[in-house]
């Protein structure tokens, strides 16, 4: 399985971006996907996932009212809807799949299988 996400790029703060994360290869559900983001100088943190159908979504703290996550299993892409971006949003995005998750989807980093390459967020202020 690969995974390729695109979608960053520099904002200004308020404004928005939307982020795309394409699944290719041995790909079957179920299947739950997330993002996950990584500033300069930290960790990679947990942003948003959805299960397989679509019916489950969970979101960190930081980003829920503003950020959105939806996906189009017969494209086999996952988004990630950005809005009212903030300075502190800046990091590299990276999306990842759970092989095999049904119910709610995981908002742990470890329980992910695949990732993409990641792209980079810059929002200034």
């Known amino acids: 399985v690969q995974l390729q996400a695109s979608g960053g790029g520099l904002v200004q703060a308020g404004g928005s971006l939307r982020l795309s994360c394409v699944a290719s290869g041995r790909v079957f559900s179920p299947m739950a996907m997330g993002w996950f983001r990584q500033a300069p100088g930290k960790g990679r943190g947990f942003v948003a996932s959805?299960?397989?159908?679509?019916?489950?979504?969970e979101y960190a703290d930081s980003v829920k009212g503003r950020f959105t996550i939806s996906r189009e299993n017969a494209k086999n892409t996952v988004y990630l809807q950005m809005n009212s971006l903030k300075p502190e949003d800046t990091a590299v995005y990276y999306c990842?799949?759970?092989?095999?998750?049904?119910?709610?989807?995981?908002?742990?980093?470890?329980?992910?299988?695949?990732w993409g390459q990641g792209t980079l967020v810059t929002v200034s202020s």
């Open positions: 959805i299960s397989w159908n679509g019916d489950n979504t």
């Open positions: 990842a799949l759970d092989r095999g998750r049904v119910g709610v989807p995981s908002r742990v980093l470890s329980e992910y299988d695949y």
